[in-house]
């Protein structure tokens, strides 16, 4: 019988040992960006804690923020991994509902932000937002990592596709050209981190996702 947390890893695309080998990978880019326990972390698009739960049991307590409009998700990883009760009470993570990308309610600046799989379903309009969103709450030398999709899964370049809305189970495509200009817009610095996709597909080779790292302009980041 379908249990509402495998319904939720079909809906965010990581099943079984997928959903453990995706969370991981995304803790290991934060940590070779330099994360550590004591640093701010918010993730734009937590789900149903692919991410989150790896990056919760690295963190110290209340460094954690997740932003997740779709709460049933968070209600079905509870009931499919309960000790997902006790981390969270132990970690003391503040989870944010909304659709727009801000997590400046918090009211404090992180060291890095997360988001994997949101930008690759984003419509043309939520590009800016998102970026926006990010520089609200980015701390002076902080770091964003996203995912993003150039390439397809043969390897071609694709485009901005131009969605009006958001795209999902679809995918979304943006230029680079495209998200250096909105980057620039924002204030923010931007990198495609090439290396980063090739990191990724060699543990999750479904994972056809290419990503940037953003922060402040005029700030290198480590």
């Not at 597909?201 to 480590?222: C, E, M, N, Y």
Request: charged fraction near 20%; proline fraction near 5%.
């Amino acid at each position: 019988m379908e249990t509402e947390f495998d319904r939720a890893q079909v809906y965010v695309g990581n099943t079984s040992e997928t959903y453990f080998i995706v969370g991981r990978l995304q803790l290991e880019l934060l940590q070779q960006n330099g994360c550590t326990p004591d640093s701010h972390v918010l993730e734009i698009g937590c789900g149903c804690l692919v991410a989150g739960r790896p990056i919760m049991q690295f963190l110290d307590s209340e460094r954690y923020v997740g932003l997740e409009p779709n709460t049933w998700l968070l209600d079905a990883v509870l009931e499919g991994l309960p000790d997902t009760g006790g981390l969270i009470r132990e970690k003391l993570p503040v989870f944010l509902q909304n659709t727009d990308f801000d997590a400046s309610a918090v009211g404090r600046r992180f060291d890095f932000v997360m988001s994997h799989s949101i930008l690759s379903h984003a419509a043309a309009w939520q590009l800016p937002l998102f970026m926006k969103g990010v520089k609200k709450v980015l701390a002076p030398r902080g770091i964003a990592i996203a995912s993003i999709r150039f390439y397809n899964e043969h390897n071609q370049l694709m485009g901005d596709s131009n969605d009006p809305e958001w795209v999902y189970p679809g995918v979304s495509y943006f230029a680079w050209e495209t998200v250096q200009k909105v980057a620039a817009e924002c204030e923010l610095a931007v990198e495609w981190r090439k290396e980063y996709r090739e990191f990724f597909t060699k543990g999750a080779p479904s994972h056809f996702h290419d990503w940037i790292r953003l922060s402040h302009q005029g700030v290198l980041p480590a």
